[in-house]
């Protein structure tokens, strides 16, 4: 078992539309989890950190977080053309700063 | 804030050549720092964490003498890609992190190598 995996996508929502993405982890001890973006030939930019169980907001997107469930999701409202990209649920699942990556989601918004 | 540079962006070299790339934390002192390698349409690969002042941690199947790291300063990491064969050539993407920010890792920008 992977100790993070997403649907790999593709998820092609229209414009306006609320994209949903979802996020399992396999340690129960994770501490920490974050989403990435990373657009096509660049590197990862952090969009959303989460610690507590709940929901998080920033501006359009909302990360939920469930850690009896072990997962975490992204929500991105009114979605845009420039969200198109790909989306990584990373995890830290030790106190060694590393963190586990799952293989991202890819989003294509249409226009 | 949480700025992260990489050097250069790009580079092309002969098989057998060595190259280094850098990577700056520009606004904060950087705990650790890791380097990764992406291929095409692939996931993030970790390949070795690195400490200021101490040895790189590798993960496994890396290479650590093809693959060197130095973590010279609080705010500076190099990874020098020794004898380049065409199979390194590849994404490689160094992200760093602080203590007081958490776990979070903040990304430079990559480099893309390719190796001829």
């Known amino acids: 078992q992977k100790e993070v995996e997403q649907n790999s996508g593709p998820l092609s929502v229209p414009e306006g539309a609320i994209a949903s993405l979802n996020c399992t982890y396999s340690d129960r001890g994770s501490q920490s989890f974050f989403w990435y973006r990373q657009y096509s030939g660049k590197s990862p930019e952090l969009i959303m950190f989460i610690y507590s169980n709940g929901d998080k907001e920033d501006g359009r997107f909302t990360a939920q977080l469930n850690k009896a469930s072990q997962y975490v999701s992204l929500l991105i409202r009114d979605s845009q053309p420039s969200d198109s990209a790909t989306y990584l649920c990373?995890?830290?699942?030790?106190?060694?700063?590393?963190?586990?990556f799952g293989a991202g989601t890819t989003v294509t918004v249409r226009a | 804030g949480a700025v992260v540079s990489q050097h250069p962006s790009w580079v092309i070299c002969k098989s057998g050549t060595s190259v280094k790339i850098e990577c700056r934390s520009l606004?904060?002192?950087?705990?650790?720092m890791f380097w990764y390698r992406q291929f095409p349409k692939q996931s993030l690969m970790l390949m070795a964490t690195s400490n200021e002042g101490s040895k790189a941690t590798y993960e496994q199947g890396v290479e650590k003498d093809k693959f060197l790291i130095n973590h010279a300063s609080l705010t500076l990491s190099t990874l020098t890609v020794t004898s380049a064969h065409p199979e390194d050539s590849s994404f490689y993407i160094c992200?760093?992190?602080?203590?007081?920010?958490?776990?979070?890792?903040?990304f430079g920008p990559g480099t893309r190598l390719t190796v001829t």
């Open positions: 992200s760093a992190t602080t203590t007081v920010r958490g776990y979070e890792q903040y």
């Open positions: 606004d904060f002192q950087a705990t650790t």
């Open positions: 990373a995890v830290n699942t030790a106190n060694d700063y590393k963190l586990s």
